[in-house]
């Protein structure tokens, strides 16, 4: 996609870490902006942040995982401007511990948003863009979780690789349409934003009343959370990289460059039928 100005964007997720400096990112190119956020205060602080900031945005609550709220989204985005050109699929929750201890409540919630809400995004925003016969561009927000699997994550593992899959599916669908609209999956490692408390939005009914989180559930939730805030690339940064993958329609946004040779090994094991090594052990 090559022009940016006055074209429309929604991001869910938006109304913090990355989906909010990606909302930000496409306001200075001259965008006008749908930031989509199941918490509603975090919403509001934002939406009113980058207007003062000089933004054309409008924020709308929606819970990702829901069918309904992901439909009202796109319509309250045709309704305010008109149309929708770049979609990103971003907001993501990261329940941990060894799998076996991960609970259905768990699996529920974080399938739900990280993976539902993905599938909502683009069942319901890729007819919007085919139909307009205008460029556009879909953006998933994977992780490179998606391409390895680091242990204590199962759930949002699999989550993430879902992601992986269906986006690279996606972009061979689109290919054979020979449509102007195109995709990429965003994977990046640690950028320090609010992912280690995700916790904070977990609706009630998927929160399991009075189980203690184990020892190594507690252990892990420590070691991401110091990962996550000593983070060397911003959600800025990010924010950038999506931008320009979007202009030059790179596929794989892929961050953080010292992450590759953990790729690698993971690829090097299944062809050569190895044990898989611990994507975290390699130095
Ligand atoms: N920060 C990292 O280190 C990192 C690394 C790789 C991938 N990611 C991915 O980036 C994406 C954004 O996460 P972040 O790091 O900015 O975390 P964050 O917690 O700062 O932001 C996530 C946003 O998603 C919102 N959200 C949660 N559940 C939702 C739902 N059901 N519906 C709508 N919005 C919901 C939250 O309220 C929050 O504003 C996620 O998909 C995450 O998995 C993050």
């Given at each position: 996609?090559?022009?940016?100005?006055?074209?429309?964007?929604?991001?869910?997720?938006?109304?913090?870490?990355?989906?909010?400096?990606?909302?930000?990112?496409?306001?200075?190119?001259?965008?006008?902006?749908?930031?989509?956020?199941?918490?509603?205060?975090?919403?509001?602080?934002?939406?009113?942040?980058?207007?003062?900031?000089?933004?054309?945005v409008a924020g709308v609550r929606c819970d990702v995982a829901k069918a309904a709220d992901v439909?009202?989204?796109?319509?309250?985005?045709?309704?305010?401007?008109?149309?929708?050109?770049?979609?990103?699929?971003?907001?993501?929750?990261?329940?941990?511990?060894?799998?076996?201890?991960?609970?259905?409540?768990?699996?529920?919630?974080?399938?739900?948003?990280?993976?539902?809400?993905?599938?909502?995004?683009?069942?319901?925003?890729?007819?919007?863009?085919?139909?307009?016969?205008d460029e556009g561009h879909i953006v998933n927000t994977a992780s490179v979780a998606g391409l390895i699997n680091p242990p204590g994550m199962?759930?949002?593992?699999?989550?993430?690789?879902?992601?992986?899959?269906?986006?690279?599916t996606l972009h061979h669908d689109l290919a054979r349409r020979g449509a102007r609209v195109k995709?990429?999956?965003?994977?990046?490692?640690?950028?320090?934003?609010?992912?280690?408390?995700?916790?904070?939005?977990r609706p009630k009914a998927l929160v399991d009343e009075g189980r203690a989180p184990s020892a190594e559930q507690v252990a892990t939730a420590a070691m991401v959370r110091k990962a996550v805030l000593s983070g060397r690339i911003s959600a800025a940064q990010v924010a950038e990289a999506v931008l320009a993958a979007i202009r030059d329609e790179r596929f794989y946004i892929l961050t953080h460059e010292r992450i590759k040779p953990a790729i690698a090994a993971r690829m090097e094991d299944i062809l050569s039928g190895a044990t898989p090594r611990d994507p975290l052990a390699l130095g």
């Open positions: 996609m090559k022009n940016f100005r006055d074209r429309v964007a929604v991001v869910t997720g938006g109304a913090g870490g990355l989906g909010r400096a990606m909302a930000e990112r496409f306001a200075r190119e001259g965008m006008r902006v749908v930031i989509a956020d199941v918490d509603a205060a975090a919403l509001a602080r934002t939406e009113a942040e980058l207007r003062a900031g000089g933004a054309d439909e009202a989204l796109a319509q309250a985005a045709l309704a305010r401007y008109g149309a929708v050109h770049v979609a990103v699929n971003n907001a993501g929750v990261s329940p941990v511990g060894p799998v076996w201890e991960n609970t259905v409540r768990d699996w529920e919630w974080a399938l739900g948003v990280n993976l539902w809400g993905v599938i909502h995004g683009v069942r319901v925003f890729t007819p919007i863009l085919l139909a307009q016969g199962g759930v949002y593992n699999a989550s993430k690789h879902a992601v992986v899959s269906l986006t690279e995709c990429s999956v965003l994977c990046p490692a640690y950028v320090p934003t609010g992912i280690h408390d995700s916790e904070r939005t």
